[in-house]
């Protein structure tokens, strides 16, 4: 077929859509009369089908060009990676006048040259660098091909280390479209082989070939979207009739090769999910990042949610020394790993490991499943041997009763090479940051609950001391009821009371007492002043009855769940104190007694303001609607000011508004401790998840 490179640029066209309509109409009128046409095209999509590495290129350039290989060989994720360790002799390279993309490390001082011109026929442009042998040079080609040469890598025909720049050309044919271009065959003999990318790599010194050093192999990488155990290295020898026969095949390891690890994920499954569902930023990794980190050393915590471990994090109503002394004496001995550590997957995302195994794309895909075992010791085993291939510690996982890491061994992935002591030296940071973060993250939380403890003390003993101020009002206040409906009822019965009433019950009385009937007076009196419920007491020798009425009233407050805390209180005219009307079915009810004339005082918190509203002299039976206005204490003050109450009465109502706007501030801290521990919570089944449904692992 003549003019061949043409028509395959016309055929790689039409493949990938290129063709305006009327060319593309008229290539297939051409295909309809012409077999060989025909067959061509089915040739070259079907390499076409299985040379499809565009995609990853990109990320490969990238990687390396932020990466100094020096001795190191690296390696791509997820994807296959052929490591070249021979020179490839397929032709000679002349002078080109096309250039290729360069990276190398700073010291090599690399002159771009554009004095070769291609002799052989390919059309395949060639990168030439001449470098200082002394220094590692990287050379990065736009398909992705890396070529790593160590220094004192040439030598020249005595066998000694050459000091000279080297002039080293590299060309390349990666793609099916060039290898068919170049004439380049995939014979090896007789046997058809399928190739994965050809190279050829020339280095010479004054005009002579130079030679490499066997203890400083060239590593060349080749990278390949699919890794096939059956690839091998074929050296090409030129044969008399010119055509490259593939020759000496040697087995293939497959390295990897490391990206930036900060762009790995090392989360468990689902933690992204999780936090996007919760309503936070799952985009944020500064946020993700802290807030899983917090998690870490919660594994070595005893009381972590549950109550097996004998503590409540919701601390209402506990003293913050009880609590801090079972988070302090917790035995981290008796409790079994629930998930892998934060503290632990801390340690590694960190770019003191770029460049091992942990910053690829295959040691990310297994991290997945690590979380998933709940061990601990599996993490320990990939981070502490990372002079190790990834293959061999896919074994040790399965040999440990991990058995999702047999389709890992299987790939017979490789390892990132390290410098002498290398992983000795990441294996005992590894350690130390473990230990450092999550003792950190121990103490961070140890200070946090301590202060909450604190700030519950401080709230039980205010709770606390505010319960007996009004307990002790309460009892003032019922003496004084007791006292008049007593007084009322005696006055009624005609016996005369010396001297002032003492602590209920009544003792004695200055009265004519000629049987036991005078002792129920003040039963019955204390009875229907407790319960608050009218009396009839009649006596059966004089004939005389004594009553006391409590009459039914119902206070209604418009909006009233609107308002975080709200209280209704009633001030008998008569009597230096109030009574605190408590909420029955959404509404405020009380019973007044018939001797009093009562004044109504309503206040309550909406959003940190005060809100209060009062009645003077209300009437029972009936029904009271109150709509409470926005206010401060001092017009409050004057609200339930009146002639009959003393200062101390009215400042001790004003102080139980005070109160209503310390227990709204508590209940929005409890409402952000619950929301809190919800938010923990949830993200803990994720975080960890190897927890039992209760919060605590199972025994």
Known sequence: MRDEPTLIELVDRYLHGELNATDHAAFEERMRTNAELRDLVEDQRALLGGMERLAMRPAVNKAYRSYKLGKWAPGIGG???????????????????????????????????????????????????????????????????????????????????????????????????????????????????????????????????????????????????????????????????????????????????????????????????????????????????????????????????????????????????????????????????????????????????????????????????????????????????????????????????????????????????????????LRNVYTEWSQRYAEAARKTQEVFYRKEAEVDQQAYKQQLGRQMKDAQQEQDRFRQEFDANLKDALRQLGIEKNGPTREPPITAYVANVTNPGWWNVDRAVFQSTADRNSMSFTDTNTGKTATLTYTPITIEIAEKDSFSELRVYLTPKALNSYQRVMETNDVFTEKLNALFEYDLVCMGRKNGQLYADSQQSIAAPGSITITMQPTDEETMRRMVHTPQKTASLVSDLVEQARHLGWLELVAKRQQARAKREGFRSALMAVVFPCLGEEGYAEP
């Open 79 to 425: 994807a296959g990676v052929i490591a070249i360790l021979a020179l490839g002799g397929w032709m000679l390279a002349k002078e080109s006048g096309h250039s290729m993309e360069a990276s190398h490390d700073p010291s090599a001082q690399v002159e771009q040259l554009r004095t070769l011109s291609d002799t052989t026929g390919t059309g395949l442009p060639a990168l030439v660098m001449t470098i200082d042998p002394k220094a590692d040079t990287t050379m990065i080609t736009p398909n992705g091909l890396v070529v790593d040469i160590p220094k004192g890598a040439f030598i020249d025909e005595a066998g000694k280390a050459i000091t000279k720049p080297v002039r080293v050309t590299l060309l390349e044919a990666i793609d099916g479209v060039d290898i068919m271009k170049a004439g380049l065959s995939t014979m090896s003999g007789d046997t058809l082989l399928e190739t994965g990318g050809m190279f050829y790599v020339d280095a010479q010194v004054d005009g002579k070939r130079a030679g490499i050093d066997a203890t400083k192999p060239l590593t060349v990488m080749v990278p390949s979207e699919q890794a096939d155990p059956r690839m091998m290295l074929y050296e090409g020898v030129m044969t008399e009739d010119g055509i490259v026969d593939w020759r000496n095949p040697q087995p293939l390891a497959r390295t990897l090769v490391p990206v930036d690890i900060s762009t790995l994920d090392f989360y468990p499954p689902g933690y992204l999910a999780k936090v996007a569902e919760l309503g936070k930023d799952a985009t944020d990794k500064g946020y993700t990042d802290s807030l899983y980190f917090a998690f870490g050393g919660t594994l070595e915590r005893k009381w972590l949610m549950g109550p097996k471990a004998n503590n409540v994090l919701t601390i209402d109503k506990v003293m913050s020394d009880t609590i801090y002394s079972a988070y302090a004496s917790s035995d981290s001995t008796t409790y079994r790993d629930v998930g892998i550590d934060p503290a632990k997957v801390q340690a590694i995302w960190n770019e003191r490991f770029n460049g091992t195994n942990l910053a690829t794309r295959g040691f990310e895909e297994r991290m997945r499943d690590i979380h998933s075992t709940c061990d601990n010791q599996v993490l320990d085993l990939y981070a502490n041997n990372l002079d190790k291939n990834l293959s061999q510690l896919d074994s040790m996982a399965v040999r440990m009763g991990h058995g999702a890491f047999v389709s890992f061994a299987l790939r017979n992935d490789g390892r990132v090479q390290l410098p002498d002591h290398a992983a000795e030296r």
